[in-house]
């Protein structure tokens, strides 16, 4: 794991992926820190660059930035055992770019349910949340059938949360709909 050439394979194959997405150093640090990690355009830098960590671990920032390229888990340690880094990022689900209208759009999704959620935390009335999240259903439903090809996603199926809690009752029978309406 220690061996140069296998992370400086690596490194390429971050800086590839990063301008595939249209992304710069900074803006992809942005990113990471966006998801509650602590990175520097320069850490991004020093990944990229591919020399191996002195410690023979893994730096702490690698995982966090390749989860922010949309990488999936395993793919790094894939990547350092040998496999050609092309193959390996390639044969995952395609990543629709952040840089794209469209891309941009399904990542701000799950943020619409936080702010809604956190409104009504703090008194906002459901039926106003309700009719906030339908708008933006709708709004989702109008670039959907601007952009013929793609499939439909429905916004109740991003609600988030917290692990172990289930569906909001509130949205069962949206996500039902969602589901059957495919």
């Known amino acids: 794991m220690n061996d140069p050439g296998v992370w400086t394979a690596l490194g390429r194959a971050i800086r590839a992926d990063r301008e595939r997405q249209g992304l710069t150093r900074e803006e992809l640090a942005r990113r990471v820190r966006e998801r509650g990690q602590q990175v520097t355009a320069r850490s991004i830098g020093t990944l990229e660059e591919g020399p191996p960590p002195k410690r023979g671990a893994k730096r702490p920032t690698l995982e966090p930035t390749v989860a922010a390229l949309g990488w999936q888990p395993g793919w790094t340690d894939r990547i350092l055992a040998g496999e050609d880094p092309a193959a390996v990022v390639l044969s995952g689900p395609p990543v629709e770019p952040a840089a794209s209208p469209r891309g941009e759009l399904l990542e701000l999704v799950p943020h619409v349910y936080r702010f809604s ?56 029978a949206r996500i039902a709909d969602a589901l059957n309406s495919r």
């Open 117 to 172: 959620r956190t409104a009504a935390s703090l008194g906002l009335p459901a039926g106003l949340r309700d009719e906030f999240e339908n708008l933006v259903q709708r709004i989702l439903d109008e670039v959907n059938a601007a952009l013929p090809g793609r499939s439909s996603f429905a916004l109740a199926a991003y609600r988030p949360h917290a692990a172990g809690e289930g569906v909001p009752a509130d949205d069962a």
